[in-house]
């Protein structure tokens, strides 16, 4: 009994420290909301989202999906090694007046695996 309970701590510490030694990337955001102000109407405007790497792990982005048709974005495809930069460029399409307030969900395989980038402003 004791050499069976001695085994099963065993495994278990061993699973434990495995966790814990998990490498995984992090964002690190300039910034998450971009206020673009007013913008002129049917003048598409475009933002840049820089971020580092500031995790032990090679960041690798699987998606960004704007919250509607009248954005879109672009991103680093390549895997961006711990303490490299990258870039989500994110464009609203400013055909309809009046203000706005527009999300990106960010999916990879981070800390945090789901990010929202947001942008808003105003198109006169």
Excluded: R
Excluded at 15 to 39: L, P, R, S
Excluded at 64 to 83: D, H, L, N, R, Y
């Amino acid at each position: 009994m004791k050499k069976t309970v001695g085994i099963v701590a065993l495994f278990v510490a061993i699973i434990g420290f495995t966790a814990m030694a998990t490498a995984i990337g992090e964002f690190k955001f300039e910034k998450e909301t971009h206020d673009y102000g007013n913008i002129p109407q049917n003048k598409p405007a475009t933002y840049d989202f820089k971020f580092t790497n500031a995790g032990d792990a090679p960041i690798i982005i699987s998606e960004v999906k704007p919250s509607c048709g009248c954005s879109v974005a672009e991103f680093t495809k390549t895997p961006i090694k711990p303490g490299d930069a990258g870039t989500i460029t994110v464009t609203y399409n400013a055909a309809a007046k009046g203000p706005f307030t527009k999300q990106f969900t960010v999916k990879s395989n981070t800390k945090t695996p789901v990010k929202t980038l947001t942008v808003k402003g105003s198109v006169e």
